[in-house]
T-cell receptor
Framework: QQQVKQSPQSLIVQKGGISIINCAYE??????FPWYQQFPGKGPALLIA?????SEKKEGRFTISFNKSAKQFSLHIMDSQPGDSATYFC????????????FGTGTKLQVIP | EAQVTQNPRYLITVTGKKLTVTCSQN?????MSWYRQDPGLGLRQIYY???????DKGDVPEGYKVSRKEKRNFPLILESPSPNQTSLYFC??????????????FGDGTRLSIL
């Protein structure tokens, strides 16, 4: 059973545009939602994370929006650049440990010049 | 340099031939975990360890074994590999004593092909 649903599977955005990736979760016990960025040939690396007590978190061009009632969260990449081309994974877990980390299925983003 | 090192990076082998993928971290992290990454399925947790001699199953543990005899090492063992274990594998580690939600650090992956 997929507990974190991620969409779209792939995304092509023009340079300077906004990239939006969506995730939805089922387990209301999840209380920490990180996003990971993965370049080809590399392991995922933490990009940005949010807790459900805030509705938005921004770090540079990357913003997470969180809707607790809808059990949805999304990653927005503003002014997308070719260097942002990577696979993005959302994840959900119960904070305090990494005992059970559930990842989304990933979104392959391509930013074209 | 803080890192998680996996070996080998690539391996082609045959069904039934036991293999071990090593994972080592130099950050003194308590938590370590193995994931497999398959197209359309994302990352799925195989096994994890909260400390030395403490391991537990993740979501897809069938066909795999792990051990945690030392804090820095967490090998993944496939006793009798089968073609459905062909995948990209990642080891990760994290601190759980620093408090809060410390990020997981991932290795660069091991691509296994089982013929």
């Amino acid at each position: 059973q997929q507990q974190v649903k991620q969409s779209p599977q792939s995304l092509i955005v023009q340079k300077g545009g906004i990239s939006i990736i969506n995730c939805a979760y089922e387990n209301t016990a999840f209380d920490y939602f990180p996003w990971y960025q993965q370049f080809p040939g590399k392991g995922p690396a933490l990009l940005i994370a949010i807790r459900p007590d805030v509705s938005e978190k921004k770090e540079g061009r990357f913003t997470i929006s969180f809707n607790k009632s809808a059990k949805q969260f999304s990653l927005h990449i503003m002014d997308s650049q070719p260097g942002d081309s990577a696979t993005y994974f959302c994840a959900a877990l119960i904070s305090g440990g990494y005992q059970k980390v559930t990842f989304g299925t990933g979104t392959k983003l391509q930013v074209i010049p | 340099e803080a890192q998680v090192t996996q070996n080998p990076r690539y391996l082609i082998t045959v069904t039934g031939k036991k293999l071990t993928v090593t994972c080592s971290q130099n950050m003194n992290h308590e938590y370590m975990s193995w994931y497999r990454q398959d197209p359309g399925l994302g990352l799925r947790q195989i096994y994890y360890s909260m400390n030395v001699e403490v391991t537990d199953k993740g979501d897809v543990p069938e066909g795999y074994k792990v051990s945690r005899k030392e804090k820095r090492n967490f090998p993944l063992i496939l006793e009798s590999p089968s073609p459905n274990q062909t995948s990209l594998y990642f080891c990760a580690s994290a601190s759980i004593t620093k408090g809060g939600n410390q990020p997981q650090h991932f290795g660069d992956g091991t691509r296994l092909s089982i013929l």
